[in-house]
């Protein structure tokens, strides 16, 4: 394994606690009740806390909190392309970056980008970029930048939704705010917004239906505008989470406008001309 | 609390040689002790669209460790050696260009970051950069009886509670750059501070002025050398590089004394540094056959 | 007094451009278009403009162990500048040579998120050299005993992933990432280990914890210095670019001197470092009162 000569560098090998713990960690129930005391089957979603214009340096920014997910996703641009060739003369140009801090995860991340986050970014820029009026910002670049300060489950989903607030923020022009929900089918029944030990919990008995799914939807135009799922589904229980996750955007949307009202009253009226 | 009382001021053997290397603008080692660093600058040459600086030349020091990559440790260090070279540059005759400082550390025996920065500052002299000021490192550090060493080895280092490395400039002899490991008291500072300003100021012959006359001393025996290139008066020359620092007063006196150079060379007097390189840099072919 | 400062600053402009565009220059644009300028006039006035004294802090806050993921963690804001730190413990094999002593990795990670001046990638070269200076605060100020971390001689010890990330770069993170990392610390809670002595492997009970013991508060106070001769206290990312030479001062508290760390840049007397000491010095007491009392007020509301 190349050594990483940019960081102050620990022992080669280290493990985690918690793999020689005594006691197994409590595993999530699979009937009744959900860990938290929210529904199961039901689009229980957790009650979020927006906040838009927490970064300074950023021309728009937005933290989200879903119970223990936190994000924060800092918006920078339009500006210049870094990259000459590809710069288009017709349409601005969309970047996304979305990181985990090492301590955001129960096991400890390494700083280096891994594949999940790689992943992450391309789903993150296919969900958003429908939403924005690009073509108003021709040979210029808009870059999204999420961290994850904590997760705990449906990440992404948060990370879509997070990622559009502050892109409204920075006043970028779009079509629709996009909205992310996510959900985690375990046979017949499901989990909405799922925390991440319901998330990466392995159904022992093998049986069908077992999959992930997240939504970004954009609601005034009624457009789904990214959609990822794992797992093995049949096609009416996919069709029917759809329906699922778009119900809990639903439930989001007015929190984001409030959310987004108040950055703009914070923001006061344009200072006058004197 | 620990008191300071007895300074031991002695530097280890030190040296210097400069233009040993053919590629490089201009290049230096300088050694301390076992302690050893390689440098050759390269530049002013273009610059990379990203880095240029409008209104001044990019300075980009690049730190080679003795074994292996260079890591954290050596990126802090390059920061160091960067800013101070910055700092005594004069960076804006160049603008939109870059300059680049490799320094290779050839053996590490303690009071590195010391070493290293007296070998920019004569491989930027060796390359006939404009500066105004020189500057020279000096590391020392407090032992358990809380006695002063200065230019410590890697041995003394280990020992030591508290390591401190600065960077003074010739002219207004003030602090360029600090740099401290282990804790101590702000006395024990103080004392360092008084004792250094003191001693730099009178040329007793503290830990900074003994690196400072030494540098000058380099310089001079340099130029001394050219010169006697032409006149023939070799020998004598010969002979005091090979004296001790002590003894390197006296040479710098007779140096100053000689009618070649014409106005006399004292310590408080600027050292007219401009004149010299340009001089130097018009010697240097008939030097090298 | 330093809405005098603004109509001087006006009237400067108004003598370069002529006076039929004056009224339309607003005072953000002079900002841009001749930065130094702007703070000079704020400088002759003994005030900056962001209001404060030469010699004020922006108003620092504290919050701990808001991230659960973590073994502890502290977030800071020191104006706008704001610092995650979080701790994540695991378990490994002490070293060869130092068989008693456990480890602590401390990492700055300053991401394209925080300021528009940095790139994705490899850590910048600032963010390297922060790095190192925290690895230096902790290893010269002794903050935790490395062997307080040994679980089993030469066998297991702890290893403390100190993770600081920067959220929002407005100038000195420095003392930013001191604060947090102590912070932090002071609420990271290790679970209990036992050796099995008849297999060797290490047995974690993840329901008993204990806290570590912090043996130091180092606490840092960064200076700038401005035209090589003004020496003002917490810069800003826009006065750190300004400034011709940075210095940071790290105090405990028996006022001993963990660091005093000027990587260069145009010099600076005795007297004033002197100066910065002091004031390092009593910047430490409040900062340890600050953490103190967010930690008391925590401890209490559990």
Known sequence: ?274 | ?289 | MHIVCVANANLQLLSLVGPFCAKFIPVCSYRTAEPLEYHRSFLKENCRPDGRDLSEFRTTTLNIGSISTADGSALVKIGNTTIICGIKAELANPTVESPDKGYIVPNVDLPPLCSSRFRSGPPSEQAQAASQFMADIIESSEVIRAEDLCIDRGKLCWVLYCDMMCLDYDGNILDACIIALMAALKNTQLPEVTINKETSAPEVKLEKKHGLTIQKHPVGSSFSVFDDSILIVDPTAEEEILSTAQLTVVTDEEGRLCSAHKPGGTSLSGEKLQECISRATARQKEIQKLIDKVLHSVKSAE
């Open chain 2, 1 to 289: 609390m620990e008191e300071c009382e007895s300074i031991n001021v002695c530097l280890r053997e030190f040296g210097c040689e400069q233009s040993l290397l053919s590629r490089p603008d201009g290049s230096a080692s300088f050694v301390q002790g076992d302690t050893s660093v390689m440098a050759g600058v390269y530049g002013p040459a273009e610059v990379k669209v990203s880095k240029e600086i409008y209104d001044r030349a990019t300075l980009e020091v690049l730190i080679q460790p003795k074994v292996g990559l260079p890591g954290v440790r050596e990126r802090s260090q390059e920061q160091c050696v960067r800013e101070t070279c910055e700092a005594s540059l004069l960076l804006s005759l160049h603008p939109r260009s870059s300059l680049t400082l490799v320094l290779q550390v050839l053996h590490d025996d303690g009071s590195l970051l010391s070493c290293l920065l007296n070998a920019a500052c004569m491989t930027l002299l060796d390359a006939g950069l404009a500066m105004n000021c020189l500057f020279c490192g000096v590391t020392c550090a407090i032992d358990a009886d809380g006695q002063i060493v200065t230019d410590p080895t890697a041995a003394q280092e280990k020992e030591s509670r508290a390591l401190m490395t600065f960077a003074m400039d010739s002219t207004d002899r003030k602090v360029l750059m600090t740099s401290t490991k282990g804790s101590f008291s702000v006395q024990e500072v103080c004392v360092f501070f008084c004792f250094l300003l003191v001693e730099v100021l009178s040329m007793c012959g503290s830990a900074g002025g003994v690196g400072h006359h030494k540098i000058k001393y380099f310089i001079t025996v340099r130029v001394y050398r050219l010169y006697v290139f032409h006149s023939s008066t070799a020998a004598a020359v010969y002979s005091s590089e090979s004296e001790s620092i002590r003894e390197d007063l006296p040479v710098l006196q007779r140096l100053s004394e000689t009618p070649i150079l014409q106005k006399p060379l004292t310590e408080s007097q600027n050292f007219p540094f401009f004149a010299i390189l340009v001089f130097y840099q018009i010697h240097t072919k008939s030097y090298r056959l």
């Open chain 1, 1 to 274: 394994m190349p050594t990483d000569n940019k960081r102050v560098r620990g022992p080669e090998l280290s493990q985690s606690p918690a793999l020689f713990a005594c006691k197994a960690a409590p595993v999530a129930p699979q009937q009744g009740p959900r860990a938290d005391g929210r529904q199961r089957d039901q689009v229980d979603v957790r009650p979020v806390f927006v906040r838009c214009g927490l970064v300074s340096q950023a021309k728009g920014s937005a933290y989200i909190e879903a119970g223990d997910t936190k994000l924060m996703c800092c918006v920078y641009g339009p500006k210049e392309t870094e990259r000459k060739d590809e710069t288009d003369m017709k349409c601005g140009r969309l970047t996304t970056d979305m990181r985990f801090a090492p301590f955001s995860c129960p096991e400890r991340g390494s700083w280096v980008q891994g594949s999940q986050d790689k992943d992450f970014s391309l789903m993150l820029h296919e969900s958003l970029q429908p939403a924005l009026c690009l073509h108003k910002y021709p040979r210029s670049q808009i870059d999204v930048n999420v961290v994850v300060l904590e997760n705990s489950g449906s990440v992404l989903a948060h990370a879509v939704t997070c990622a559009s607030l502050a892109l409204a923020d920075a006043g970028i022009e779009m079509y629709d705010l996009v909205l992310g929900c996510s959900i985690r089918q375990d046979g017949g029944s499901y989990v909405a917004d799922p925390s991440y030990a319901e998330e990466t919990y392995c159904s022992s008995d093998g049986a069908s239906d077992q999959g992930r799914l997240t939504v970004a939807f954009l609601p005034s135009l009624n457009q789904i505008s990214g959609l990822q799922s794992d797992g093995e589904m049949s096609a009416e229980t996919l069709t029917a989470g759809v329906r699922t996750c778009i119900e809990g955007c639903y439930k989001l949307y007015p929190v984001l406008q409030q959310a987004l009202i108040k950055a703009v009253r914070k923001a006061g009226p344009p200072p006058s001309e004197s």
